[in-house]
């Protein structure tokens, strides 16, 4: 994978998990694009794991997000979809620098030039 993408994939990732770690539906949908409804479910699911009071979240540090594994996983997995230029994303969230349960999913597609959000979820 080109370095630029992988860079952009994460700094957009870390700028999503920012957003709704400050529940800031506005900015998710503006610079995401993501629809009130996925904002809501996107919140509820976070505070369901953390007794509806989610601490300060974030993503793995640069330095170890695409190396050794934590907890069995790559901290942050960005992968090469079927579709072309469009990759799959599996980010550990991260809370006072080590992981926790909660897993993001997302989906990037390269389009016109630019990294477009296609599909986002929290699981473990």
């Known amino acids: 994978m080109d370095s630029a993408i992988r860079h952009a994939i994460y700094t957009a ?25 996925v904002c809501a479910e996107l919140f509820e699911m976070l505070a369901a794991y953390f ?5 300060a979240i974030s993503v793995p540090p640069l330095d170890t997000a695409f190396g050794a594994t934590v907890r069995g996983k790559i901290p942050v997995d960005i992968y090469a979809m ?15 620098g080590a992981p926790v ?21 929290i699981d473990s």
């Open 51 to 55: 007794d509806d009071a989610p601490p």
């Open 13 to 37: 990732t870390a700028r999503i998990v920012t957003l709704i770690g400050a529940r800031d539906d506005g900015s998710l949908k503006r610079e995401f694009g993501m629809s009130a409804a």
């Open 82 to 96: 079927n579709a072309p230029a469009t990759w799959g994303v599996d980010c550990s969230l991260w809370i006072d």
């Open 101 to 121: 349960e909660p897993v993001l999913h997302l989906r990037f597609a390269h389009i016109a030039g630019r990294l477009t959000l296609q599909h986002q979820y």
